[in-house]
């Protein structure tokens, strides 16, 4: 159910529960923050042992409030907080900010306290931000509220913030008021029992007010919905999300059967949810912003082409590694611009990208020089570089910035170094919309997050496609393999069997227990064949001896058979063996693997990479929910390391990318369509040159019985 967060950063009266007139308190920085800020609306602070909080007038209870209650903001000890919200409702009051601690994040009788919370809230139709938050804030003119326990109130602004930690607000607000930035809407929303960073997202999407969200998240309340959102909001209003999501480590990364389930950590279904919702990951707090102020200030780029102009050849020098590094390229100015350049520069200055102006330029050089630069055609955007000489102009250079990009739909970042010489041009470029960055590294940093969103903006194949496939036969395939049981591993023959109902190209093969059946089984095949142990206990075959390659003649296969058997017995005698699967073997191609691990928060999460039995080790792999785009699966091949050999590197003949993908949209749709499909592994397919196609070389599923509803 979509939640009105309006209701709570729109309130016309506040009445907070926990007011108090004692200094340092939170009851007390909460209310003062409100008055302070110049509400534009009604404060009545609430506590049944004071008269007057600040000079207003204190009332005992909600009930005693006389005029009616917009928001309740709660600030008093966790027990009571049931009973407040059971007035709050008995009021009239719509929206709650608990600021309360001392629920979820204490376990125990915090756990249950705030499952009582959430309960109360959704019984009276309330929306709620909180337990366990700093508060929220709206500089909006004609609201003006501070209702959290921040030490300061944040400048009015075009960039939402929201958050999980409390802690990291105050300190995201003290950062941002050193660098002058301002917020629309500013929330913590702690424990998320009611309003979660969707519905602020969903809030925050059509807020006129808001050009740029940042988010800082902890972990995903829907994966599906979330995506779906973020989505809208990236593609139909064209609003820029940027997230820090804490988290990174492998240690989410839970011991499974399959190398998917081993590679597939918490992370990895987050990069793929980010990837999919059009948003971008960053690293720091510092990065967020300074990419956050580049697209609050300026137009998105048309492409990836940039030029610098500097005055000193090293930043300039810096300023193109990290173009290169993020990905950007160095634009080829047009022979007008040079010419341009060349007559209006001295004879010692670069007229080539970078455009070195040299150390002692003012601003008429300047001036020349970014015209020029900004009205070629082959540039999409540019980094201004000014190094504080002797001899800098530094003022008159920032005041011809504004007036040179004025209607130029470029984006433009400057980086004027330095901290203390600098300032008042940096003061002056900001103040006009442009941003400036002590180092050129961050400045082109922001322009490349600014590109990589243009081209987010511009995905193609952004649908969802319902391939031709066999969902009858594969639901009574899996009802088949579990039987009764909760839970059970296929076999490569019986796996093959649930795959083929879905279109993958699979191998003819036979599964053989007795040696007597060779002969006929080699003769059926034609050689030569692989020969493949069976058995529920064996992960990895290669790992035992399990498997023969090449095998062309009937005493070949009866060797291979009295091999596999015996290496089954040493490795462990207590093994169980089902046979021996006998395949068609198929010549050379490039080894990639499929899988498929069930993330039970955010459903199916689908992983290619390079494959073979280097997998776990060389992680050259990719995620992401499924179901997914044809865009998903496209981006997906390509954006593995070993996507070059995929190409054709060194001669060698383009390998067939379509058909992995189209392996890729299967392996989606039947993970999407199954629940029961907990982990699956095809590893490896195998895949040859351009329009011959592909075959699973192995493969392995584990099934497991979904829980039922209620349970």
């Known amino acids: 159910m979509k939640k009105n967060v309006a209701m709570i950063m729109n309130p016309r009266s506040i009445a907070v529960v926990g007011a108090s007139s004692k200094k340092g308190s939170v009851g007390n920085d909460v209310f003062r923050n409100i008055i302070n800020s110049e509400f534009q609306g009604v404060v009545y602070p609430v506590n049944p042992k004071a008269k007057f909080i600040n000079s207003v007038p204190c009332y005992p209870t909600l009930a005693d409030i006389p005029g009616p209650v917009d928001l309740g903001v709660i600030v008093v000890p966790a027990h009571f907080v049931p009973q407040v919200i059971e007035e709050a409702a008995k009021k009239g009051v719509n929206g709650l900010v608990v600021i309360s601690a001392g629920f979820r994040e204490i376990g125990g009788e915090g756990a249950k306290l705030e499952i009582q919370v959430k309960e109360l809230v959704r019984k009276h139709g309330m929306a709620m931000v909180g337990p366990n938050c700093l508060g929220v804030i709206n500089t909006h003119e004609t609201v003006r509220m501070n209702a959290s326990f921040a030490r300061k109130t944040p400048k009015s602004g075009n960039i939402a913030f929201i958050s999980q930690s409390g802690a990291l607000c105050t300190a995201v607000l003290d950062f941002a008021q050193g660098r002058n930035f301002g917020f629309s809407k500013f929330v913590s929303f702690g424990n998320k029992a009611d309003i979660n960073e969707i519905d602020l997202l969903?809030?925050?999407?059509?807020?006129?007010?808001?050009?740029?969200?940042?988010?800082?998240?902890?972990?995903?309340?829907?994966?599906?919905?979330?995506?779906?959102?973020?989505?809208?909001?990236?593609?139909?209003?064209?609003?820029?999300?940027?997230?820090?999501?804490?988290?990174?480590?492998?240690?989410?990364?839970?011991?499974?059967?399959?190398?998917?389930?081993?590679?597939?950590?918490?992370?990895?279904?987050?990069?793929?949810?980010f990837y999919q919702s059009g948003i971008q990951r960053l690293e720091t707090i510092e990065e967020l912003f300074n990419c956050a102020v580049a697209f609050s200030t300026q137009p998105v780029p048309r492409g990836r082409r940039v030029a610098i102009i500097t005055n000193a050849g090293g930043p300039g020098i810096m300023a193109t590694d990290a173009a290169i590094r993020h990905g950007l390229h160095l634009a080829q100015l047009t022979p007008k611009s040079t010419e341009l350049l060349q007559t209006s520069l001295p004879a010692t200055a670069s007229i080539k990208n970078p455009v070195d102006i040299i150390g002692d330029a003012q601003h008429d050089r300047y001036e020349s020089a970014i015209r020029t630069v900004l009205m070629d055609k082959n540039v999409d955007a540019a980094v201004i570089i000014l190094t504080p000489q002797s001899m800098t102009d530094i003022m008159a250079t920032a005041e011809i910035v504004p007036r040179i990009t004025l209607g130029v739909a470029k984006p433009v970042t400057c980086s004027f170094m330095g901290v203390v010489d600098v300032s008042a041009g940096v003061e002056y470029l900001e103040s006009h919309g442009i941003p400036s960055y002590p180092f050129p590294e961050e400045a082109v940093r922001a322009l490349a997050s600014m590109c990589r969103y243009n081209e987010i903006l511009n995905i193609p194949n952004r649908m969802f496609e319902e391939l031709p496939v066999d969902r009858k036969g594969a639901d009574k395939l899996i009802r088949s393999f579990l039987g009764t049981r909760d839970d059970r591993y296929l076999m490569e023959f019986e796996a093959n069997q649930l795959?083929?109902?879905?279109?993958?190209?699979?191998?003819?093969?036979?599964?053989?227990?007795?040696?007597?059946?060779?002969?006929?089984?080699?003769?059926?095949?034609?050689?030569?064949?692989?020969?493949?142990?069976?058995?529920?206990?064996?992960?990895?075959?290669?790992?035992?001896?399990?498997?023969?390659?090449?095998?062309?003649?009937?005493?070949?296969?009866?060797?291979?058979?009295?091999?596999?058997?015996?290496?089954?017995?040493?490795?462990?005698?207590?093994?169980?063996?089902?046979?021996?699967?006998?395949?068609?073997?198929?010549?050379?191609?490039?080894?990639?693997?499929?899988?498929?691990?069930?993330d039970h928060r955010f459903g199916p999460l689908c992983m290619f990479g390079l494959g073979g039995t280097l997998v776990e080790l060389l992680k050259d792999v990719t995620f992401r929910l499924a179901p997914m785009w044809r865009a998903s699966a496209e981006v997906m091949v390509a954006s593995i390391k070993a996507y070059k050999l995929l190409e054709g590197f060194r001669g060698q003949p383009k390998a067939d990318i379509r058909a992995i993908e189209d392996c890729l949209l299967?392996?989606?749709?039947?993970?999407?369509?199954?629940?029961?499909?907990?982990?699956?592994?095809?590893?490896?397919?195998?895949?040859?040159?351009?329009?011959?196609?592909?075959?699973?070389?192995?493969?392995?599923?584990?099934?497991?019985?979904?829980?039922?509803s209620g349970t």
Request: net charge negative; aromatic share 6%; glycine share 8%.
């Open 499 to 598: 795959l083929e109902t879905y279109g993958f190209p699979v191998l003819p093969g036979r599964l053989v227990d007795d040696p007597s059946q060779l002969k006929e089984v080699i003769r059926e095949l034609k050689p030569p064949v692989v020969m493949k142990i069976s058995s529920p206990d064996v992960v990895h075959k290669f790992d035992v001896g399990g498997v023969k390659l090449d095998i062309r003649t009937e005493y070949q296969a009866q060797k291979a058979y009295e091999t596999i058997v015996e290496n089954l017995g040493k490795w462990n005698s207590k093994a169980r063996f089902q046979g021996i699967l006998v395949q068609k073997m198929v010549k050379k191609g490039i080894e990639v693997i499929l899988g498929s691990k069930r």
């Open 202 to 273: 969903e809030y925050l999407g059509d807020d006129p007010y808001t050009d740029v969200i940042l988010m800082y998240l902890e972990d995903i309340s829907d994966g599906r919905r979330f995506i779906e959102t973020a989505g809208r909001i990236t593609w139909e209003t064209e609003t820029p999300i940027l997230a820090l999501k804490s988290g990174r480590s492998e240690e989410g990364a839970r011991a499974a059967s399959s190398h998917t389930g081993s590679l597939a950590g918490s992370d990895a279904a987050y990069d793929a949810i």
């Open 666 to 708: 299967r392996l989606s749709q039947l993970v999407s369509n199954h629940n029961e499909i907990e982990e699956l592994d095809i590893n490896p397919l195998i895949v040859y040159e351009k329009g011959k196609g592909c075959v699973v070389a192995d493969s392995r599923i584990l099934l497991k019985r979904p829980p039922t």
